[in-house]
């Protein structure tokens, strides 16, 4: 099969500085639309990948995400938010980007071209076994990305992906490939735009489903959340007067003596069997 980058196709549309505003948000928000239909239509790739993920996280492995531009900046936002969300460690889950930290902010030149390096990255955190890493590139292609992959393989290291062309070098070396095929961009190339947003969705179905599965929610709360700001006080407040059918003054002592409300609803159910 001959591999064509669908992501790098001339856009549908053409004289985008000659629109108006109104034309323009109409015609990107019509292309934004198609992407959840293309996610529908990986399912059955993402449930392989996430049943895997699920059960290297469960025996104590834990999860990478590695890429470079867009897609290294999209798995270092879901990692970044699984500590404060499910109250795991920040250890757990991790996300690496192609040119260090510094590239999360500002394009480090040249760093995705490397077949080593992401290897390298992977390295620094005793990579083994028990985890699990999963390569993101919209085109499949990403040197930094690939060569990772396939030292992971050579390493016996499980391997998945999230790309968006089909038949592409990092869905041949993943184990578990996912590849979500959104068609060409609105501004021709920009890969930040449905490619990005089918990735994010795809790490938010494969994040949240490895947290349930963890144990990390009860019924559809996010129980063991850290309280760090108001807001998440006040939802952990309402959290037990419904969970515990109590006061809210109860719950404001209960989340202050326990800091937890998963903590606090064992403790409250102890007391009062």
């Known amino acids: ?27 990107i928000n019509n292309e934004d639309k198609t992407v959840p239909a293309a996610v529908e239509k990986s399912i059955p790739q993402i449930e392989k990948l996430t049943q895997q993920v699920v059960n290297k996280v469960i025996n104590g492995g834990r ?9 290294g900046r999209l798995g270092i936002v879901d990692a970044s938010e699984c500590p404060p969300t499910f109250g795991v460690p920040h250890n757990l889950v991790i996300g690496l980007i192609a040119g260090g930290d510094s590239a999360i902010r500002k394009a480090v030149e040249f760093a995705e071209d490397s077949l080593e390096q992401g290897w390298t990255d992977l390295k620094k955190h005793n990579i083994s076994e028990k985890d699990i890493v999963i ?23 499980l391997t998945g992906c999230i790309t968006c062309n089909a038949g592409s070098p990092l869905a041949k070396a993943a184990k578990f ?19 990005g947003t089918a990735q994010k969705l ?8 490895t947290m349930i599965k963890l144990g990390r929610v009860k019924g559809n709360k996010m129980v063991d959340m850290m309280l760090s700001n108001n807001k998440l006080v006040d939802r952990g407040i309402r959290m037990l007067v419904e969970e515990l059918k109590i006061s ?8 202050t003596e326990y800091k937890n409300v998963r903590k606090a ?3 409250y159910n102890e007391k009062n069997k």
């Open 248 to 255: 809210p003054t109860k719950a404001v002592e209960l989340l």
């Open 177 to 195: 490939p996912v590849e979500v095929i959104v068609g060409p961009e609105f501004v021709t190339g920009s890969s930040r735009m449905k490619a």
């Open 1 to 27: 099969m001959t591999f064509t980058k669908t992501t790098e196709l001339s856009s549908n549309y053409d004289n985008l500085e000659k629109q108006d505003v109104i034309e323009l948000l109409k015609k």
């Open 135 to 157: 390569g993101i590139a919209a085109s499949g292609t990403t040197p930094y990305v690939v060569g990772a992959i396939e030292n992971c393989n050579t390493h016996n290291i």
């Open 202 to 209: 795809v790490l938010n179905m494969i994040s949240t489903v």
């Open 265 to 267: 609803i064992i403790a």
């Open 63 to 71: 999860l990478f995400y590695l890429g470079a531009g867009t897609s």
